[in-house]
Every structure is written in structure tokens, then in C-alpha cells.
């Protein structure tokens, strides 16, 4: 008995495959899902979580004063958010960590169920404070902060780092009205054609410019 025969068999015997009278239907509904499966793939662009692009945070828009905090950080040059927020043991873990993250952060969205006020849970804690020191080990181990910083060589010990440290990187304050609205586009979503000066202003600064 071949090897497709056997498959074949194994598809019928599990009632894999629909009787001949509901195949046609079967493959209708089959398709549909697949469609609308790449479909939301495409519209949430999710191939924009597997790269190391801070964008990609704000593809869901109650990231926004997160993202624009980063950005007047001293970090935005030394650091992007998955330097910080996933693991960096190996990639295995790094991936499935931002998988986990990422599937309880979109259900969480689609529900329309976050927090009025976004704060970390114990993994994300977790996770941030090993970045941290990761980072920072040599500041961590620094002899001369034990002398000039108070009780810095219990504390770093016994508490996490942004119970000290708490305007890095995204400052005490995170609201829209403290940080403003994001005026850089964002790049997945803006059309080609987009530009943040309008057109009668950038024609009157050539014209200046002209003179």
C-alpha cells in the first residue's frame, strides 16, 4: 500500500474529509478562513513584531505616549524597546517571549479591556530589570557608587532598578496632554505622498529661499 493511500485512508477513517455532498461547502469555508486569516495578518502587520523596530510598538495606538516618552529619552540612542522588554538569553526564548506578549497585548486590545493606567506584570518585571543590569553591569559593580551612593550596594539588591531610577526611560508622567501627540509618522502606515509640512508652507520657504 503506498504512502498516499495510507494518508487517504487515515483522512477518512478520522472524518477529516467532508462527505462528497459537503465537500464543495467545506471548501468554501475552508478558503474564507485562510483569506480572512492573511487578511488580518496583512491589516495588523504582523510581520512588523519580528524585527527590533520601536514602530512597531505603536501599530497599537495606546503604546503612543510610551513610544513618544522613549523618544525624549536619553535611551532613543543607545536603546530600542526590545533591548529593554524581552529576553536576551537566546532567540528561541526572545521570540516566544514577544509571541506570549504579543497575543495577550492584541486580545487585550481587541476587547477594548486595557487599564486606564499600563503597568508591567512580573514576567515583563522580570525581564526589564535582567536588561537593566545587563546593560549596566558595569555601573552595578561600580566600587565608587557604593561610596558616593547611599545604600546603593544593599539597594541594588533589593528592589528593582526604576524604584530609584524613575524618569528612565519613559519619565513619571505618561500621559498624551504631558508628552504631546506624535508627529512622526508612523512608517508602516503613512502613504507616500505624506509630508508633515504642508504644501503652501514648503512653496513660501522655497520662495524665500529663492529671494
Known amino acids: 500500500m503506498g504512502k498516499r493511500t495510507k494518508i487517504k485512508r487515515n483522512l477518512f477513517r478520522y472524518n477529516l474529509i467532508p462527505p462528497h455532498r459537503w465537500r ?6 475552508v478558503a474564507t478562513i485562510f ?3 492573511l487578511y488580518v495578518l496583512r491589516l495588523s502587520n504582523a510581520a512588523s513584531y519580528l524585527s527590533d523596530d520601536p514602530q512597531a510598538c505603536v501599530n497599537c495606538h495606546i503604546m503612543t505616549p510610551q ?6 529619552s536619553s535611551h532613543r540612542e543607545v536603546a530600542h524597546c526590545n533591548d529593554c522588554h524581552v529576553p536576551h ?6 521570540y516566544f517571549f514577544k509571541a ?3 497575543l495577550y497585548h492584541a ?7 486595557e487599564p486606564q493606567v499600563i503597568r508591567a506584570l512580573e514576567p515583563s518585571i522580570n525581564v526589564i530589570q535582567a536588561n537593566c543590569i545587563r546593560c549596566h553591569q558595569d555601573q552595578v559593580t561600580d566600587a565608587r557608587l557604593m561610596e558616593v551612593v547611599e ?6 539588591t533589593d528592589r528593582i532598578c526604576w524604584e530609584c531610577h524613575k524618569e528612565v526611560p ?4 505618561r500621559s498624551l496632554s504631558s508628552v504631546g501627540h506624535q508627529i512622526e509618522p508612523i512608517k508602516t502606515y503613512k502613504p507616500d505622498d505624506l509630508e508633515i509640512i504642508p504644501k503652501w508652507l514648503k512653496a513660501t520657504m522655497e520662495q524665500k529661499k529663492a529671494e
Open 170 to 173: 519613559h519619565g513619571k508622567v
Open 100 to 102: 506570549k506578549d504579543g
Open 24 to 29: 464543495p461547502y467545506a471548501i468554501v469555508l
Open 35 to 37: 483569506g480572512l486569516g
Open 67 to 72: 513610544y513618544i516618552t522613549w523618544t525624549h
Open 151 to 156: 545604600n546603593h550596594q544593599s539597594h541594588r
Open 89 to 94: 538569553d537566546n532567540v528561541v526564548n526572545k
Open 107 to 113: 486580545s487585550v486590545f481587541t476587547m477594548r479591556a
